[in-house]
């Protein structure tokens, strides 16, 4: 066992520190929650993929630097350690790009993976639908061969970073004789297609947080269908597995944890025994939860998918943010009721959004019930119910 | 970064899983919490053979010249195994603390002796009343009387203390803030030895010292500096409770599951049902988030790193963590495992035990505090 960093990553971790307090300074955004799947910036995209770090695990043929996965998660880490607007490219680097690079053809990887890195090509996704939320192998949204295309037809929901998304990555039914989990494909949507329309839908926040996404009658030509036909609900769990992996689940909202610290001390609420205590617990929980999502990436760097242990981090992490959205409350008293904008609103809104934006943490990428079901099954071996 | 152990390390593991497995039976367990001494001495000289005493001491002294972090893999077979023996007290708060804080001669003295299974040892810390792990709650006295100290006063909760051959005495040698370590002699006359009976069948004493002569040179460490030594010794002591806990709760995981996967009810195994599936799933994330946050403290204590914050997580974590597997083990085992037939208690009871000694959640809870610098 070894818990330490090497120094390659220690200097890794601090050029990125580095380089997101410049931009702070800069002025170019500040420290925001949900920043990784709300903030859009074209700008800091293109200045991230300057500097080579989107894509960082990717092999140097698409544009990639080879890097390992902890290189990786030490990146997301700060990213999110500092509120940072990367929502235009994170679902291209986090899922979507390893998705097609583990199920692609060669064409789609030399279209799509060097423009994501270098952050040109914003992706969002086409999974869950009104009736296909959990019981996601339900889904109805058709795709019907039509010479050198498919037509699809159907509608999408929840679709997270849809509104500025350039491509979806789409799951759609093309063998509706064949057992539901065996007649499902995934193709890359471009979202500019004629057909294809977006409703954005506001979360309980008041942002816009999904999009509604219609398909009528799009056409998408073959060479957009990632991997094999019929094998779209194999590869979609593969990617979702991918999707729980990261250190967002755990550090979504972590401005607001620095600064409802800052709160406390600056207040002196922190000579209280209860608040010490309850902040203290947050601590706790926050490193413990760490160690558990550094599990995922070192088993990715072994070269193997993460199943369970994804499924296990993001389930801790989803409660820790509820938690810690929920102390942050306590910690405010009457104060954390303000909405930004309004006068005596503390720390810039951010325990309000975040207290009513954690509701959906347990539910986006798989529920947490869903997430026990298959620690369950895959790590204990349990029967199936 | 890397979160598995090392092939030695697994070997080691085996070693004491098959050892264990083989003369640990919980009718063993039974038998060592009903009787006087706590342990059998023939198990006890098997597993000096094995080299276990003396895995982490260097070589000179006879030891294995082996890693705290090897002898965490150790401890959690141990706390797997419900182990009754002085080992804990032998070891990690008797042997590894001459180690930190001996002089030579000490070293010499005490350390082959003990890593032979010769010698028991004990630390004598805690006291009646209110005791919170700082040096304030010490007020057993040790006065200055020619080449000797006269030690006066009662601990509490001495683990191994009937069977000891030393004892190291944490005491009051200067009204403020003089706190020195004792090496006594556990066999002399001015001592009184009472065996508590305790939820997990340990021997724990109280002890009192009635006007107990320790000659000057017996100073373990330095004399009046004696608490700074004591904050690492109930660091380690905290940590090796976390990796016993480890061992405890990973085996109670594994009973629970397969429990659930055999007992039948409304014609299905009830490790069918989804809410038994969720409890066990609740369980698996306590037990591998104890067992990273715990293996962390480990390594960093290995690796001589400073590690307040993190051994503070590590036993608050896993306090709590334990208290949630048991709820989930006892409600999942249904009424068998209320019962004393059945070998879920031998693992509640220690469970309680350790997460008790050496600082609760709530007071590393605090420790974290301060570090986050509240």
């Not at chain 1, 279209?111 to 939320?133: D, H, N, Q, T």
């Not at chain 2, 002796?113 to 010769?118: A, D, M, S, V």
Request: aromatic share 10%; charged share 25%.
């Amino acid at each position: 066992m070894d818990f330490s960093f090497t120094e390659e990553q220690d200097k890794f971790r601090q050029e990125v520190r580095d380089f997101l307090e410049e931009e702070i300074k800069k002025g170019y955004w500040e420290p925001t929650c949900d920043a990784w799947v709300q903030g859009f910036d074209p700008g800091f995209t293109k200045r991230v993929a300057q500097r080579g770090w989107i894509g960082l695990t990717w092999p140097e043929d698409y544009g990639g630097q080879g890097r390992s996965h902890i290189d990786r998660l030490i990146l997301t880490e700060e990213m999110l350690r500092y509120g940072a607007p990367a929502a235009c490219h994170w679902f291209g680097d986090r899922q979507v790009g390893g998705a097609i690079l583990s199920f692609g053809s060669e064409e789609l990887k030399k279209e799509f993976l060097p423009r994501i890195v270098k952050g040109e090509a914003y992706f969002g996704l086409g999974m869950s639908e009104p009736g296909a939320g959990s019981d996601l192998a339900s889904l109805q949204t058709r795709a019907v061969e039509d010479g050198d295309y498919y037509v699809i037809n159907g509608q999408k929901t929840w679709a997270s970073c849809a509104s500025f998304a350039q491509y979806f990555d789409v799951y759609a039914r093309t063998d509706p004789e064949a057992p539901r989990h065996r007649g499902i494909s995934e193709f890359i949507v471009d979202a500019q297609s004629p057909g294809l329309s977006r409703i954005p839908m506001a979360d309980i926040t008041g942002t816009e947080a999904w999009n509604d996404v219609f398909f009528d009658n799009v056409r998408v030509h073959k060479r957009y269908l990632v991997g094999e036909k019929n094998r779209g609900f194999y590869q979609v769990l593969h990617q979702l597995d991918y999707e729980r992996s990261g250190m967002e689940r755990l550090m979504g909202n972590y401005p607001l944890f620095d600064a409802i610290i800052q709160f406390a001390k600056d207040n002196k609420l922190s000579q209280e025994p209860v608040i010490r205590n309850k902040l203290a617990q947050l601590q706790i929980e926050f490193e413990v939860g760490r160690l558990l999502i550094y599990r995922v990436a070192l088993v990715m760097e072994e070269g193997r998918a993460p199943n369970w242990e994804s499924a296990m981090s993001k389930a801790y992490s989803t409660e820790f943010e509820k938690h810690l959205a929920g102390v942050a409350m306590e910690v405010l008293g009457p104060y954390g009721q303000l909405k930004l904008g309004s006068k005596f609103v503390p720390l810039r809104g951010m325990a309000l959004h975040s207290y009513l934006g954690s509701k959906g943490y347990s539910l986006q990428a798989g529920t947490t019930e869903i997430l026990k079901n298959i620690l369950a099954s895959r790590r204990l071996g349990l029967p199936s119910s | 970064m890397k979160l598995t152990l090392t092939e030695e390390q697994e070997m080691l593991r085996k070693t004491a899983r098959d050892f264990l497995a083989d003369k640990c039976s919980k009718k063993f367990v039974k038998q060592m919490e009903e009787s006087e001494t706590g342990y059998s001495k023939g198990l006890w000289q098997e597993m000096a053979e094995l080299g276990w005493m003396g895995l982490a001491f260097p070589g000179k002294y006879g030891g294995g010249d082996m890693s705290f972090l090897d002898l965490a893999v150790l401890l959690e077979e141990m706390g797997r195994a419900c182990l009754p023996s002085p080992f804990f007290s032998t070891v990690i708060l008797g042997g590894l603390s001459i180690l930190d804080i001996g002089s030579e001669e000490q070293k010499q003295e005490y350390l082959p002796k003990l890593i032979r299974g010769e010698k028991i040892l004990t630390l004598a810390l805690t006291e009646p009343g209110y005791h919170d792990y700082t040096a304030s709650s010490v007020t057993v006295e040790a006065t200055r009387d020619d080449d000797n100290y006269i030690i006066s006063g009662t601990k509490l909760f001495v683990p191994d203390a009937h069977i000891a051959d030393y004892l190291l005495c944490v005491a009051r040698s200067k009204p403020k803030n003089g706190i020195t370590i004792f090496l006594a002699d556990a066999k002399n006359p001015g001592i009184k030895y009472t065996v508590l009976k305790t939820i997990a069948g340990d021997k724990l004493c109280e002890v009192v010292f009635d006007q107990m002569p320790v000659p000057k040179a017996n100073i373990l460490g330095r004399l009046n500096q004696g608490w700074s030594a004591m904050q690492k010794i109930i660091q380690r002591a905290a940590v090796g409770k976390c990796c016993e806990m480890v061992g405890n709760i990973q085996r109670v995981l594994e009973m629970t599951v397969d429990y659930a996967k055999e007992r039948k009810q409304f014609d299905r195994p009830i490790g069918s049902f989804q809410v038994i599936q969720h409890y066990c799933a609740d369980m698996a994330t306590d037990v591998d988030s104890a067992r990273f946050s715990t293996y962390q403290a480990a390594w960093m204590l290995s690796e001589g790193l400073p590690c307040t914050k993190e051994v503070a997580i590590a036993k608050a974590w896993i306090g709590e963590a334990s208290q949630r597997v048991f709820a989930l083990a006892h409600q999942i085992h249904g009424a068998i495992g209320a019962t004393i037939e059945h070998d879920l208690h031998f693992y509640t009871r220690r469970a309680k035990a350790a997460e008790l000694a050496f600082g609760d959640a709530d007071f590393y809870r605090e420790i974290v505090a301060r570090e986050m610098g509240l």
